[in-house]
């Protein structure tokens, strides 16, 4: 893997004469060597290339394989504008470009094996699986293309449109899907293939005929073929002990034994062969040694490998555990000291010659043990620490303009990855980041903030940041950030400092902190708004701060925020139910005149949640304020009734009909609490 440009291959690091071109633009002139990046940059290009010319993919694939393609297609001209002007690259492009390149080799993979897919049967069943790849795949593309600093990169304006569009289209998912005509044909064949043994007397053969048509399998050779395909398949079934898989790959091959007897006449003695092996793997299928299996798969481990703790798991399965967050042994729950994987050699011999004795097929396990995996991401813990180092160096001692790009190189390095968040706490980011979120410059600011955020992500970097004194210079953003985005990540940050309640003590005893995220719901944008209260819930699961938040008016502010449709109404109400548990919160609510018609009003509209937090709000409520709440429950009652005789047709549920509702076929949260409240109602 290409290392970095400022490192020599013995890993050396080299006399840095221009570390980023933005910091010597007036020196643009200058021309410079191809540098080791750059090898990169090629490789990428050379990979979308590969993307983009394998074989015509099953049909029930195209257009997954068309759209990923597609998109492939346009890193083409970003990747090759790059390379032809031959810049220096910053740190956080060339680890994006690292993730762009993992993407784009396992795009490829996905794509070579919707071209190789030698069953068409399995290939229409399976499909649904496979799109979930897909999806996957666009994921990791859009968060790729997050990480990509374009504004440090020597790209041309139209490029940088180009790749901003495709970022927006990854962001929006993936909804490719069998088109309808694919549709009917996987019905079709799941319908006759659940049949048993094939298709019954009952099924004409006109229905056969078109369906073996709709699939391609036009002749007897065409179904013996799929056969062949269909046992390829099951021999890897049978090696992983998939037996979902396994049964259905049975169920297909039956059917289309039976269907080309039956359309094309071929004798029984055609498949004498294909069904002596089915048979033979019955027998094999349910040996598999336990100690060969993987804990947490339960199948068959291809290449195991041994963690910190000593336990051994497939090493893709441990790697989803890792990547997923858990930093602990599945197994024993102990933590992972370190999260190195270790190849083991002795257990992969064992089920090699396990499989060999079985008959099982060889070709599951790779020419060789992947032994560079473990040495690879030595090397990336090793780049990202040198990184980080070399940064924080530029930090400490830059002028603002090198400080707002390395904040911003320092945010994205952070956003991607556990790993960065380590190295750059531990190479000592946090204390010169602090002074920048005073910086009078908006994007210093900004950058310096979010990339707090994000390295407060993991769990221990938050310590760092509080003994690091940044709680307030964070607040005083929250409170007169230069810009939105600035005070919407500050208020994020501040929902991730205060996951412990030492934290929640702390920033709640601060006298702007409260008023702050307040004013910010009144004033901010969508995703502030979101911020702020996702903020406040975390500060209400400390009783103590219940009173604070009152007294700081945001039960006015919340309420009006119940009018509003989509997960900030969701976000108002989880907040407003804290605070229903607090004598001031009950108090203030009851004064607000808004509050009960709006909640009444959620009891029909609101999504699941929100009708359950309703419910618990105006439950709490209806305790605390005893007859006043009950005859104000009562006059609302009264008005939408009055409301509904003067306008005949209304649909609009009254509060008695809401609550016989959500105890029919509510959650069983909400059926307990609508029973509560119904019950209060009724006591006269």
């Not at 919707?114 to 994921?139: G, L």
């Amino acid at each position: 893997m290409a290392d970095f440009w400022y490192f020599s291959k013995r890993r050396r690091i080299m006399k840095l004469k221009r570390p980023f071109a933005l910091l010597h633009a007036a020196n643009h002139h200058q021309t410079y060597p191809s540098h080791p990046g750059m090898l990169l940059v090629r490789d990428l290009i050379e990979l979308a290339h590969q993307v983009s010319v394998h074989e015509r993919p099953q049909a029930c694939y195209r257009h997954c394989v068309s759209g990923i393609v597609r998109r492939v297609k346009l890193l083409g001209p970003f990747f090759e504008e790059i390379r032809d002007a031959n810049p220096p690259l910053p740190p956080s492009a060339v680890l994006a470009f690292r993730s762009m390149h993992e993407f784009l080799a396992k795009c490829n993979l996905l794509v070579d094996s919707c071209s190789q897919s030698s069953s068409r049967t399995w290939a229409m069943v399976s499909s649904t699986e496979t799109i979930q790849k897909f999806e996957v795949a666009n994921e990791e593309m859009a968060a790729a293309l997050e990480v990509i600093p374009l504004s440090l990169l020597e790209i041309s304006d139209e490029i940088k449109e180009h790749v901003l569009l495709l970022k927006l289209q990854s962001a929006r998912g993936w909804c490719k899907a069998l088109d309808p005509g694919q549709e009917l044909l996987k019905a079709e064949l799941c319908d006759l293939m659940e049949r048993g043994d094939g298709p019954s007397s009952d099924v004409s053969l006109e229905r056969l005929q078109k369906l073996f048509a709709g699939l391609g399998l036009k002749n007897w050779s065409d179904c013996k073929l799929e056969l062949t395909g269909l046992l390829e398949e099951l021999r890897e079934k049978v090696a992983s002990r998939d037996k979902v898989a396994y049964s259905t790959l049975r169920g297909l091959i039956r059917l289309v034994r039976s269907t080309a007897r039956l359309l094309y006449g071929a004798g029984e003695e055609a498949f004498e062969e294909t069904m002596a092996e089915l048979d033979g793997f019955k027998e094999r299928v349910g040996v598999l040694p336990d100690e060969f299996r993987c804990p947490i798969s339960l199948e068959l481990m291809r290449n195991p490998v041994t963690i910190a703790t000593g336990q051994t798991y497939d090493k893709e399965h441990i790697q989803k555990w890792i990547a997923a967050g858990h930093f602990t042994c599945p197994t024993s729950g102990q933590k992972l000291i370190h999260l190195g994987l270790i190849p083991n050699y002795a257990l992969r011999s064992l089920i090699f010659h396990w499989c060999d004795d079985n008959n099982v097929s060889l070709e599951l396990f790779d020419a060789g043990f992947p032994d560079d995996d473990i040495s690879n991401s030595r090397e990336a813990l090793e780049i990202a620490k040198t990184t980080s180092a070399f940064l924080v160096g530029k930090l400490a001692t830059g002028s603002i303009d090198v400080q707002r790009q390395v904040a911003y190189e320092l945010r994205l390095l952070a956003k991607n990855g556990t790993g960065n968040r380590i190295c750059i706490a531990e190479a000592g980011a946090i204390p010169f980041l602090v002074p920048l979120l005073a910086c009078n410059d908006s994007k210093t600011q900004e950058n310096a903030v979010t990339a707090l955020l994000n390295l407060s992500i993991y769990d221990n970097n938050k310590k760092l940041i509080m003994a690091a004194n940044a709680l307030d210079p964070i607040l005083s953003v929250v409170e007169q950030g230069l810009s939105m985005e600035a005070r919407q990540n500050a208020a994020a940050a501040i929902f991730s400092l205060s996951s412990t309640d030492e934290h929640r003590i702390r920033i709640g005893s601060r006298a702007v902190a409260i008023p702050a995220l307040v004013t910010l719901l009144l004033e901010g944008s969508l995703q502030a708004k979101k911020d702020a209260t996702s903020a406040l819930f975390n500060l209400l699961l400390y009783p103590g701060n219940r009173a604070r938040v009152v007294n700081a008016g945001a039960i006015e502010v919340l309420v009006a925020m119940l009018s509003k449709d989509g997960d900030v109404q969701d976000d108002a109400l989880a907040v407003l139910a804290l605070l229903g548990e607090s004598n001031e919160g009950l108090k203030a609510l009851s004064d607000d005149l808004l509050a009960i018609p709006l909640l009444v009003n959620l009891l029909r509209t609101g999504s699941v949640k929100g009708k359950e937090n309703s419910l618990s709000v105006l439950l709490a409520l209806c305790k605390h304020g005893g007859d006043m709440i009950r005859d104000c429950l009562m006059v609302e009652q009264q008005t939408q009734q009055e409301s509904r005789d003067m306008s005949s047709g209304s649909s609009s549920a009254l509060l008695l009909e809401s609550l016989q509702e959500l105890i029919a076929s509510g959650s069983p949260r909400a059926r307990r609490k609508a029973r509560s409240l119904l019950k209060f109602l009724s006591v006269r």
